[in-house]
């Protein structure tokens, strides 16, 4: 539970965008020392907290805590918001594996990740005006999106009681 990602459930396959939202995963658990199902913080899943902790400011408090502060702050950051990036609800926002490479190497920054995560929305609908009047006429698999998504319209998570 936490690497699939949301699309998998309706289309049952896997694609570059789903292996994305894996890695992602895979980067929080590494990062944060908590694997992605784990329940911690009073949410179910790991990138339910980290992004709480984005929202409040405190993303470094999602750092592994066997490390104590035996690590870089900016290079940790860059991961952590890598990782959110990685992690969108919608496929087409998640950044490309080539630009992961560049993000990770430090060879350009990270995406803007809203403090709110998104809400997951399928099938995923075009995001531009133009497209909008296009959206019951065109596959809605086919939209084109940036390198790193075209960006994100945030939306409240609710936190465990």
Do not use: N
């Not at 995406?111 to 497209?131: L, T």
């Amino acid at each position: 539970m936490g690497y699939i990602a949301p699309e998998c459930f309706h289309t049952g396959k896997a694609t570059q965008q789903s292996d994305v939202y894996a890695f992602g995963a895979v980067l929080l658990e590494v990062v944060c020392g908590v694997r992605p199902g784990t329940k911690i913080g009073g949410f179910h899943l790991l990138v339910d907290w980290v992004w709480c902790l984005h929202r409040e400011g405190r993303l470094l408090d999602a750092m592994d805590r066997r490390l104590g502060e035996d690590f870089v702050a900016e290079e940790a950051r860059r991961l952590l918001l890598l990782g959110l990036a990685c992690s969108h609800p919608i496929a087409g926002e998640r950044p490309k594996t080539q630009a992961i490479v560049q993000i990770i190497s430090g060879l350009v920054p990270v995406p803007h990740v809203p403090p709110f995560k998104p809400a997951f929305v399928w099938p995923s609908m075009p995001v531009g005006e133009e497209d909008i009047s296009q959206a019951t006429t065109m596959d809605t698999g086919s939209f084109p999106t940036s390198q790193f998504g075209s960006g994100w319209t945030p939306h409240c998570i609710s936190q465990e009681s």
